[in-house]
């Protein structure tokens, strides 16, 4: 990693697994990771459509990969053509966001990325850094 990272103990390996302090304090937990192919199931077709296609089914995606009770955060889509990839975290926190009778917060951030080579604690700490939790977290109750 270079430079100072601004999410304290990012990646660091817990009894819950990869680990990470936010900003603001709040530690959060990877529960499940997926990566796939961003053109699943697309064999041909104009780019342009297949993109808009892609971006527009984020959601259901998210939905049907992860159930439960989560917030969703998806990232703009870079310009240009389409990253190969769709990275989805699964993030947990032990403190709920507003009610305090449940049992943790969550959240299923995505993005689309060309990057398969640097290393998965570093790609998630990269990309929590600006995360609302607050604003965009879900509570949950076990």
């Known amino acids: 990693m270079r430079g100072e990272s601004t999410v304290a103990h990012a990646g660091r390996r817990s009894a819950h697994g990869l680990e990470y302090r936010l900003p603001g304090g709040r530690t959060v937990q990877v529960e499940e990771f997926c990566f796939r192919v961003s053109t699943l199931g697309f064999l041909a077709g104009r780019e342009e459509r297949i993109r808009e296609k892609i971006v527009e089914e984020i959601p259901k995606l998210l939905r049907a990969q992860f159930w439960g009770n989560y917030g969703l955060v998806i990232k703009p889509v870079p310009e240009g053509p389409l990253p190969a990839y769709v990275l989805m975290p699964a993030l947990a926190s ?29 790609l998630i700490e990269q990309e929590i850094r600006d995360v609302q939790w607050e604003r965009c977290a879900v509570d949950s109750w076990s």
């Open 94 to 122: 032990d403190q709920p966001v507003s009610d305090p009778s449940a049992d943790r917060s969550r959240i299923v951030l995505c993005w689309l990325s060309n990057d398969v080579e640097t290393p998965l604690p570093q």
